[in-house]
């Protein structure tokens, strides 16, 4: 399997602009993350998708942050608009069934606002 | 307090040395745990999953989880170069929506 899957690794743009990044998960899992990782605050969950539905939400920072999960193989993280207070790593991730269970992180996008 | 703390180090340990690295964690109702390696500009990855009491041995690395002390360890025999990185902490309660990561101690092996 070829694991999770992101893009784009790197993004740099401008304050004001819409990001979106993009996740596949590994096939057959049913839940998917988003997390961000600062310096500063470390690894935190944004939201949690099982079976397609959003579960937890309560890690979105604001509501210039918004995620879907059209189907279970592909997932979007939108910001908009973007404020450099969001520059960070995100990560995707997968596991076969509930957050008790291994998460399989994807390689992450580097997120640079200006 | 932190749902899951963890010592920011850094710790340093000279190649072959066993290397020891603590997470304590606040919820009793804790039910699963993780060992994460990252190394830098990488994503992290599985180590170690624990669920009961006492240790688990993978290789050289060793996860002891004392719940009613309420902390789990990681373990790393004869320490490598190659073992130098972050090692993230995560802890998952039943039921819940979440898994505590904690920040994370860097580990730097010596050679």
């Known amino acids: 399997d070829a694991g999770v899957i992101q893009s784009p690794r790197h993004e740099v743009t401008e304050m004001g602009q819409e990001v979106t990044l993009r996740c596949k998960p590994i096939?057959?899992?049913?839940?998917l993350f988003w997390y961000r990782q600062t310096m500063m605050r470390g690894l935190e969950l944004l939201i949690y998708f099982n079976n397609n539905v959003p579960i937890d939400d309560s890690g979105m920072p604001e509501d210039r942050f918004s995620a879907k999960m059209p189907n279970a193989s592909f997932s979007t993280l939108k910001i908009q608009p973007s404020e450099p207070r969001d520059s960070a790593v995100y990560f995707c991730?997968?596991?076969?069934?509930?957050?008790?269970?291994?998460?399989?992180f994807g390689p992450g996008t580097r997120l640079l606002v200006l | 307090q932190k749902e899951v703390e963890q010592n920011s180090g850094p710790l340093s340990v000279p190649e072959g040395a066993i290397a020891s690295l603590n997470c304590t964690y606040s919820d009793r109702g804790s039910q699963s745990f993780f060992w994460y390696r990252q190394y830098s500009g990488k994503s992290p990855e599985l180590i170690m999953s624990i669920y009961s009491n006492g240790d688990k041995e993978d290789g050289r690395f060793t996860a002891q989880l004392n719940k009613a002390s309420q902390y789990v360890s990681l373990l790393i025999r004869d320490s490598q170069p190659s073992d130098s990185a972050t090692y993230l902490c995560?802890?998952?309660?039943?039921?819940?929506?979440?898994?505590?990561f904690g920040t994370g101690t860097r580990l730097t092996v010596i050679p």
């Open positions: 096939s057959g899992h049913n839940s």
């Open positions: 995560a802890v998952g309660l039943s039921g819940a929506n979440n898994l505590f």
């Open positions: 991730a997968s596991s076969l069934g509930t957050v008790q269970e291994t998460q399989y």
